[in-house]
């Protein structure tokens, strides 16, 4: 295993029977590394390798995920908004999303997508040599509005 998903497998707080959403295209490590890293506490994760927002829509579980990775680039996806709703969707209250995105792309606009659906404790963790990682939680905004 490579320092950086090393340094990755830190970043989860391993349950038992942990429910883990993986939306990837081409980082396998990633995945093969989860896979390796859950199963000894039974983990339950579900990869998904599309970005068509109707099929994510049918398979991305409501309230069902303490952990969601998107490995598939936010930044260049044509309906940013719909796609980071389906994806909050999926994430409990008080799980995590983390966004890995190419360090030539601006990522701005990421913070902006995470402020407008409720994610706090906004954190950059430089582990990849090609890749930014943004985690954040997901908080209850009740009342707010």
Same mark, same amino acid.
């Given at each position: 295993?490579?320092?950086?998903?090393?340094?990755?497998s830190c970043l989860f707080d391993f349950v038992p029977k942990i429910p883990i959403?993986?939306?990837?295209?081409?980082?396998?490590?990633?995945?093969?590394?989860?896979?390796?890293?859950?199963?000894?506490?039974?983990?339950?994760?579900?990869?998904?390798?599309t970005t068509k927002l109707n099929e994510l829509k049918v398979k991305v579980k409501?309230?069902?995920?303490?952990?969601?990775?998107?490995?598939?680039?936010?930044?260049?996806?044509?309906?940013?908004?719909? /796609?980071?709703?389906?994806?909050?969707?999926? &994430?409990? %209250?008080?799980?995590?999303? +983390?966004?890995?995105? !190419?360090?030539?792309?601006?990522?701005?606009?990421?913070?902006?997508?995470?402020?407008?659906?409720? /994610?706090?404790?906004?954190?950059?963790?430089? &582990?990849? %040599?090609?890749?930014?990682? +943004?985690?954040?939680? !997901?908080?209850?905004?009740?009342?707010?509005?």
């Open positions: 295993m490579t320092k950086g998903i090393e340094e990755f959403l993986n939306l990837e295209n081409n980082t396998s490590d990633i995945t093969t590394a989860l896979n390796e890293l859950v199963v000894p506490y039974n983990g339950e994760i579900t990869t998904l390798k409501k309230e069902t995920y303490l952990y969601g990775i998107v490995c598939d680039s936010l930044v260049d996806h044509e309906d940013k908004h719909r /796609y980071m709703k389906i994806i909050s969707t999926g &994430i409990r %209250d008080s799980g995590y999303i +983390i966004i890995l995105e !190419k360090k030539d792309k601006n990522i701005d606009v990421i913070y902006q997508l995470l402020e407008e659906f409720d /994610y706090a404790a906004v954190s950059l963790i430089d &582990i990849f %040599d090609d890749f930014h990682l +943004i985690m954040a939680k !997901k908080v209850h905004m009740w009342g707010m509005n």
